[in-house]
Structures are given as C-alpha cells and as structure tokens.
C-alpha cells in the first residue's frame, strides 16, 4: 500500500514560482512510474507530468518548458517545480502513480495563480 501526501500549493501571482511535493509512504515506491495531475472544478482530472522509475520525463502540451517534475527515490520523495504560472493553471495539484490508482489518491494541494 502507497500513501501520498502533497503540499507547496498557495497563492501566486501570474508569471510566479511555485514548487510542489509529494511525501510517498511505502517501499515500493522506487519500482513506480510517478506523476501529478490536476483539477478544477467540473472537469477531468488531467495529467500534468511524469517521471519514470530512472528518471525520464513526460510534460502535457502546455507545461513544457515551464514545469519541471524531478524525484528523489531515497526520500520517498516527487516534486513539480512550476514557473511561470498562469492563471489557466490553477486548480489542485495531485501526485499519484501513472497510470493513476484509484485507492492512491491523496487529498491535493491547491494551487491559485491570481493577481
């Protein structure tokens, strides 16, 4: 069993910075392909970058460039590192692994990008 705790998300104006973590609970947690997604109100849940067991990297279309998700296997550890923050990215943030499981879910961090 993994448990999945974010954190980082707060209130940032446009063009900020804003770095997210993932506190991963379990052993196996090196063996797992892992990503963040997120949400707004009323729609899907959308994945917004990957990162593989070794380090490989996937972004969605409209993070490239601006969202970097990096990790740390011996800290049990997923981060997302975004600059240059609009306010169409605002919503809140989860990790989870990838693809998705449904009992992993953690309860999100939020992120408002807002002047």
């Known amino acids: 069993q993994v448990q999945l705790v974010e954190s980082g998300g707060g209130l940032v104006q446009p063009g900020g910075s804003l770095r997210l973590s993932c506190a991963a609970s379990?052993?196996?947690?090196?063996?797992?392909?892992m990503a963040w997604y997120r949400q707004v109100p009323g729609k899907e849940r959308d994945l917004v970058a990957a990162?593989?067991?070794?380090?490989?990297?996937y972004y969605a279309g409209a993070m490239k460039g601006r969202f970097t998700i990096s990790r740390d296997n011996a800290e049990n550890m997923v981060y997302l590192q975004m600059d240059s923050l609009k306010p169409e990215d605002t919503a809140v943030y989860y990790c989870?692994?990838?693809?998705?499981?449904?009992?992993?879910w953690g309860r999100g961090t939020q992120v408002t990008v807002s002047s």
């Open positions: 989870n692994t990838d693809p998705s499981i449904t009992n992993y």
């Open positions: 990162i593989t067991q070794g380090g490989s990297t």
């Open positions: 379990g052993s196996i947690f090196k063996s797992l392909r």
